[in-house]
Protein backbone atom coordinates (compact mmCIF):
# COMPACT_ATOMS: atom_id res chain seq x y z
CA UNK A 1 0.00 0.00 0.00
CA UNK A 2 1.45 3.41 -1.08
CA UNK A 3 2.00 5.82 2.04
CA UNK A 4 -0.33 8.81 2.01
CA UNK A 5 0.84 10.65 4.71
CA UNK A 6 -1.12 13.95 5.38
CA UNK A 7 1.17 16.61 6.72
CA UNK A 8 0.55 18.07 9.83
CA UNK A 9 -2.95 16.36 9.41
CA UNK A 10 -3.90 18.15 5.98
CA UNK A 11 -3.36 21.32 6.70
CA UNK A 12 -4.14 22.55 3.45
CA UNK A 13 -7.95 21.77 4.08
CA UNK A 14 -8.23 22.53 7.94
CA UNK A 15 -6.54 23.92 10.65
CA UNK A 16 -2.56 22.12 11.26
CA UNK A 17 -1.42 20.17 14.20
CA UNK A 18 -5.28 20.01 15.57
CA UNK A 19 -7.56 17.36 16.74
CA UNK A 20 -10.45 18.40 14.40
CA UNK A 21 -7.66 18.28 11.92
CA UNK A 22 -6.65 15.05 12.25
CA UNK A 23 -9.97 13.28 12.59
CA UNK A 24 -10.93 14.66 9.08
CA UNK A 25 -7.54 13.49 7.68
CA UNK A 26 -8.42 10.23 8.79
CA UNK A 27 -12.03 10.44 7.40
CA UNK A 28 -11.11 11.55 4.16
CA UNK A 29 -8.54 8.18 3.77
CA UNK A 30 -5.05 8.30 4.64
CA UNK A 31 -1.94 5.75 5.55
CA UNK A 32 -0.83 8.14 8.11
CA UNK A 33 -0.76 11.28 9.68
CA UNK A 34 2.52 13.56 10.14
CA UNK A 35 2.39 15.68 13.17
CA UNK A 36 5.22 18.02 14.41
CA UNK A 37 5.69 18.18 18.69
CA UNK A 38 7.62 20.46 20.94
CA UNK A 39 7.59 20.05 25.17
CA UNK A 40 5.85 22.81 27.34
CA UNK A 41 7.05 24.54 30.35
CA UNK A 42 5.49 21.36 32.75
CA UNK A 43 6.93 18.50 30.69
CA UNK A 44 3.44 17.88 28.61
CA UNK A 45 4.33 16.79 24.93
CA UNK A 46 2.47 18.69 22.91
CA UNK A 47 1.28 18.53 18.81
CA UNK A 48 2.98 22.12 17.45
CA UNK A 49 5.13 22.72 14.11
CA UNK A 50 6.22 26.09 15.68
CA UNK A 51 8.85 26.30 19.25
CA UNK A 52 7.01 29.53 19.08
CA UNK A 53 3.39 30.31 18.49
CA UNK A 54 2.04 31.70 15.26
CA UNK A 55 1.02 34.93 14.67
CA UNK A 56 0.01 33.85 11.58
CA UNK A 57 -2.50 30.91 13.01
CA UNK A 58 -2.62 31.97 16.91
CA UNK A 59 -5.15 33.79 18.34
CA UNK A 60 -5.04 35.39 22.22
CA UNK A 61 -8.28 34.26 25.13
CA UNK A 62 -9.79 37.69 23.44
CA UNK A 63 -9.72 36.31 19.92
CA UNK A 64 -7.04 38.84 18.90
CA UNK A 65 -4.25 37.25 16.62
CA UNK A 66 -1.01 37.81 17.93
CA UNK A 67 1.12 40.73 16.34
CA UNK A 68 4.04 38.71 16.75
CA UNK A 69 5.87 35.61 17.44
CA UNK A 70 4.85 34.21 20.75
CA UNK A 71 6.42 33.05 23.62
CA UNK A 72 8.27 29.42 23.14
CA UNK A 73 6.48 26.57 24.30
CA UNK A 74 8.94 25.90 26.57
CA UNK A 75 8.31 28.81 28.63
CA UNK A 76 4.45 28.16 28.80
CA UNK A 77 2.86 25.13 30.67
CA UNK A 78 0.03 23.07 29.21
CA UNK A 79 -2.36 25.01 31.09
CA UNK A 80 -1.10 27.94 29.74
CA UNK A 81 -1.10 26.99 25.90
CA UNK A 82 -5.21 26.31 26.21
CA UNK A 83 -5.57 30.12 26.19
CA UNK A 84 -4.64 30.53 22.50
CA UNK A 85 -7.40 29.54 19.37
CA UNK A 86 -5.52 27.84 16.41
CA UNK A 87 -8.26 27.28 14.48
CA UNK A 88 -8.34 29.46 11.94
CA UNK A 89 -5.47 31.46 9.56
CA UNK A 90 -5.31 35.09 9.91
CA UNK A 91 -6.47 36.91 7.37
CA UNK A 92 -4.13 38.62 4.43
CA UNK A 93 -1.54 37.11 6.10
CA UNK A 94 0.85 34.93 3.59
CA UNK A 95 -0.26 31.32 5.35
CA UNK A 96 -3.75 32.16 4.38
CA UNK A 97 -2.82 32.89 0.95
CA UNK A 98 -0.88 29.93 0.50
CA UNK A 99 -4.10 27.51 1.69
CA UNK A 100 -6.88 29.41 0.92
CA UNK A 101 -8.97 25.84 0.59
CA UNK A 102 -8.09 25.90 4.40
CA UNK A 103 -11.68 25.47 6.31
CA UNK A 104 -11.64 27.03 9.82
CA UNK A 105 -12.56 25.08 12.99
CA UNK A 106 -12.92 27.91 15.68
CA UNK A 107 -11.83 26.57 19.03
CA UNK A 108 -8.96 24.35 18.34
CA UNK A 109 -6.30 24.37 20.58
CA UNK A 110 -3.02 23.32 20.94
CA UNK A 111 -3.42 19.31 21.83
CA UNK A 112 -1.27 16.86 24.19
CA UNK A 113 0.28 14.34 21.99
CA UNK A 114 -1.10 11.58 23.66
CA UNK A 115 -5.07 12.89 22.79
CA UNK A 116 -3.32 12.98 18.82
CA UNK A 117 -2.43 9.40 19.79
CA UNK A 118 -5.40 8.39 21.36
CA UNK A 119 -7.81 9.55 18.43
CA UNK A 120 -5.50 7.76 15.78
CA UNK A 121 -5.62 4.39 17.91
CA UNK A 122 -9.71 4.62 18.39
CA UNK A 123 -10.83 6.28 15.34
CA UNK A 124 -8.30 5.18 12.64
CA UNK A 125 -8.65 1.36 14.62
CA UNK A 126 -4.91 0.14 14.20
CA UNK A 127 -4.99 1.25 10.26
CA UNK A 128 -3.64 4.86 10.76
CA UNK A 129 0.06 5.24 11.43
CA UNK A 130 1.38 8.41 12.90
CA UNK A 131 4.75 10.39 11.71
CA UNK A 132 5.81 12.28 15.14
CA UNK A 133 8.54 14.79 14.10
CA UNK A 134 10.92 16.27 16.92
CA UNK A 135 11.09 19.60 16.89
CA UNK A 136 14.59 19.58 18.23
CA UNK A 137 17.52 21.93 16.78
CA UNK A 138 20.95 21.86 17.83
CA UNK A 139 21.09 25.05 16.58
CA UNK A 140 18.76 26.85 19.01
CA UNK A 141 19.21 24.53 21.79
CA UNK A 142 17.20 27.25 24.21
CA UNK A 143 14.10 26.26 22.52
CA UNK A 144 13.77 22.31 23.06
CA UNK A 145 14.60 19.89 25.43
CA UNK A 146 17.61 18.12 25.27
CA UNK A 147 17.02 14.59 22.69
CA UNK A 148 17.66 12.20 25.21
CA UNK A 149 14.75 14.13 27.25
CA UNK A 150 12.96 14.40 24.41
CA UNK A 151 12.74 10.65 23.68
CA UNK A 152 12.28 9.64 27.17
CA UNK A 153 8.97 12.19 27.33
CA UNK A 154 7.79 10.52 23.92
CA UNK A 155 7.84 6.82 25.04
CA UNK A 156 6.04 7.79 28.31
CA UNK A 157 3.37 8.79 25.91
CA UNK A 158 3.45 5.89 23.53
CA UNK A 159 3.24 3.22 26.59
CA UNK A 160 0.67 5.16 28.02
CA UNK A 161 -1.52 5.00 25.11
CA UNK A 162 -0.09 1.58 23.85
CA UNK A 163 0.61 3.24 20.44
CA UNK A 164 4.45 2.37 19.71
CA UNK A 165 3.58 0.15 16.84
CA UNK A 166 1.56 2.90 15.31
CA UNK A 167 4.30 5.42 15.38
CA UNK A 168 8.10 6.39 13.21
CA UNK A 169 10.06 9.17 15.37
CA UNK A 170 11.45 11.50 12.28
CA UNK A 171 13.94 14.29 12.86
CA UNK A 172 16.21 16.46 11.44
CA UNK A 173 18.30 16.47 14.31
CA UNK A 174 19.56 13.04 14.32
CA UNK A 175 20.62 12.93 17.39
CA UNK A 176 17.15 12.02 18.24
CA UNK A 177 17.02 9.69 16.30
CA UNK A 178 20.44 8.15 18.14
CA UNK A 179 18.30 8.45 21.43
CA UNK A 180 15.12 6.90 19.40
CA UNK A 181 16.78 3.71 18.71
CA UNK A 182 18.60 3.35 21.80
CA UNK A 183 15.32 3.87 24.40
CA UNK A 184 13.04 2.77 22.24
CA UNK A 185 14.86 0.33 19.65
CA UNK A 186 10.94 -1.44 18.65
CA UNK A 187 9.90 2.15 17.13
CA UNK A 188 10.76 2.84 13.30
CA UNK A 189 12.81 5.63 12.90
CA UNK A 190 13.49 8.52 9.63
CA UNK A 191 16.24 10.45 8.47
CA UNK A 192 15.11 13.61 7.90
CA UNK A 193 17.13 15.82 5.34
CA UNK A 194 16.90 19.62 3.37
CA UNK A 195 19.44 20.45 1.13
CA UNK A 196 18.08 23.32 -0.74
CA UNK A 197 19.60 26.92 -0.50
CA UNK A 198 19.40 28.70 3.16
CA UNK A 199 17.71 25.21 4.72
CA UNK A 200 20.26 23.08 4.29
CA UNK A 201 21.11 20.22 6.98
CA UNK A 202 23.14 17.86 5.42
CA UNK A 203 26.26 20.65 4.17
CA UNK A 204 27.80 18.10 2.10
CA UNK A 205 31.26 19.45 1.22
CA UNK A 206 31.36 22.09 4.43
CA UNK A 207 34.87 22.06 6.22
CA UNK A 208 32.38 21.25 9.48
CA UNK A 209 30.38 18.53 9.31
CA UNK A 210 26.93 19.41 9.63
CA UNK A 211 25.56 19.75 13.36
CA UNK A 212 22.46 18.11 12.43
CA UNK A 213 23.75 14.34 11.67
CA UNK A 214 24.31 13.35 15.14
CA UNK A 215 28.59 13.22 14.69
CA UNK A 216 28.31 11.84 11.50
CA UNK A 217 30.68 13.39 8.73
CA UNK A 218 29.02 13.36 4.92
CA UNK A 219 33.21 12.95 3.57
CA UNK A 220 33.67 9.80 5.05
CA UNK A 221 30.85 8.92 2.73
CA UNK A 222 32.24 9.93 -0.22
CA UNK A 223 29.22 12.11 -1.17
CA UNK A 224 26.75 10.27 -1.12
CA UNK A 225 23.44 11.18 0.71
CA UNK A 226 22.07 7.68 0.57
CA UNK A 227 24.99 6.25 2.31
CA UNK A 228 24.74 8.83 5.15
CA UNK A 229 21.18 8.06 5.81
CA UNK A 230 22.01 4.61 6.26
CA UNK A 231 24.50 5.06 8.65
CA UNK A 232 21.96 7.33 10.87
CA UNK A 233 20.14 3.30 11.65
CA UNK A 234 17.34 4.99 9.88
CA UNK A 235 15.19 2.85 7.78
CA UNK A 236 13.09 5.45 6.13
CA UNK A 237 14.66 8.51 4.71
CA UNK A 238 12.60 11.41 4.23
CA UNK A 239 13.95 14.34 2.17
CA UNK A 240 12.51 17.48 0.72
CA UNK A 241 11.12 16.34 -2.70
CA UNK A 242 13.05 19.06 -4.15
CA UNK A 243 16.41 17.03 -3.33
CA UNK A 244 15.21 13.66 -5.18
CA UNK A 245 15.46 12.18 -8.81
CA UNK A 246 15.14 9.02 -9.85
CA UNK A 247 19.24 8.14 -9.64
CA UNK A 248 19.03 9.06 -5.63
CA UNK A 249 15.92 6.83 -5.29
CA UNK A 250 17.40 3.84 -6.88
CA UNK A 251 20.38 4.37 -4.90
CA UNK A 252 18.25 4.21 -1.82
CA UNK A 253 16.68 1.04 -2.75
CA UNK A 254 19.69 -0.24 -2.98
CA UNK A 255 20.28 0.74 0.31
CA UNK A 256 17.73 -0.99 1.55
CA UNK A 257 15.60 2.42 2.65
CA UNK A 258 12.54 3.36 1.89
CA UNK A 259 11.64 7.18 0.40
CA UNK A 260 8.85 9.06 1.95
CA UNK A 261 9.60 12.54 0.71
CA UNK A 262 7.94 15.55 2.20
CA UNK A 263 5.92 18.47 1.46
CA UNK A 264 4.43 17.23 -2.07
CA UNK A 265 1.32 19.44 -3.26
CA UNK A 266 1.29 19.91 -6.88
CA UNK A 267 0.34 16.85 -8.87
CA UNK A 268 2.84 17.15 -11.37
CA UNK A 269 5.68 16.70 -9.09
CA UNK A 270 3.28 13.76 -7.50
CA UNK A 271 3.24 11.68 -10.65
CA UNK A 272 6.76 12.56 -11.42
CA UNK A 273 7.62 11.11 -7.44
CA UNK A 274 5.47 8.10 -8.19
CA UNK A 275 7.71 7.57 -11.28
CA UNK A 276 10.34 6.96 -9.23
CA UNK A 277 8.90 4.92 -7.13
CA UNK A 278 8.99 6.58 -3.75
CA UNK A 279 7.41 3.95 -1.29
CA UNK A 280 5.25 7.45 0.18
CA UNK A 281 5.04 11.16 0.20
CA UNK A 282 3.85 13.49 2.85
CA UNK A 283 1.27 15.95 1.57
CA UNK A 284 -0.97 19.16 2.68
CA UNK A 285 -2.94 17.80 0.28
CA UNK A 286 -4.31 14.48 0.79
CA UNK A 287 -7.31 14.47 -1.38
CA UNK A 288 -5.29 15.47 -4.07
CA UNK A 289 -2.71 12.48 -4.32
CA UNK A 290 -5.16 10.10 -3.22
CA UNK A 291 -7.85 10.79 -6.50
CA UNK A 292 -3.91 10.52 -8.66
CA UNK A 293 -3.16 7.36 -6.93
CA UNK A 294 -7.18 5.94 -7.77
CA UNK A 295 -6.77 7.29 -12.01
CA UNK A 296 -3.65 5.72 -12.02
CA UNK A 297 -4.76 2.19 -10.03
CA UNK A 298 -2.73 2.52 -7.44
CA UNK A 299 -4.68 1.40 -4.29
CA UNK A 300 -5.57 4.24 -1.74
CA UNK A 301 -6.19 3.31 2.00
CA UNK A 302 -9.28 2.40 3.33
CA UNK A 303 -11.30 5.28 4.74
CA UNK A 304 -12.70 4.41 7.91
CA UNK A 305 -16.32 3.03 6.95
CA UNK A 306 -14.72 1.03 5.01
CA UNK A 307 -12.29 -0.54 7.31
CA UNK A 308 -13.20 -4.68 7.89
Not at 102 to 115: K, S, T
Not at 118 to 125: E, F, I, P
Not at 168 to 194: G, K, Y
Request: hydrophobic share 40%; with cysteine; glycine share 10%.
Amino acid sequence: MFDLQGHRGARGLWPENTLAGFARAIELGVSGLELDCGVTRDGVVVVSHDQELNPDCTRDAHGRFLTAAGPPLVELSYAQLQAYDVGRLRPGSPYAARFPQQQPVDGERIPRLADVLTLVRTHGRGRVRVAIEVKSSPEQPQLTPTPESFVQALRADLERTGTASLVAILCFDWRVLSAAQRLMPQVATVALTEQQPGDDTVRMGSPHPSPWLGGLDPAHFDGSITRLVQASGAGTWGPDYLDLDAQRVEQAHALGLRVVPWTVNETADMERLLEYGVAGMITDRPDVLRTLLERTGLPVPPRPQEYS
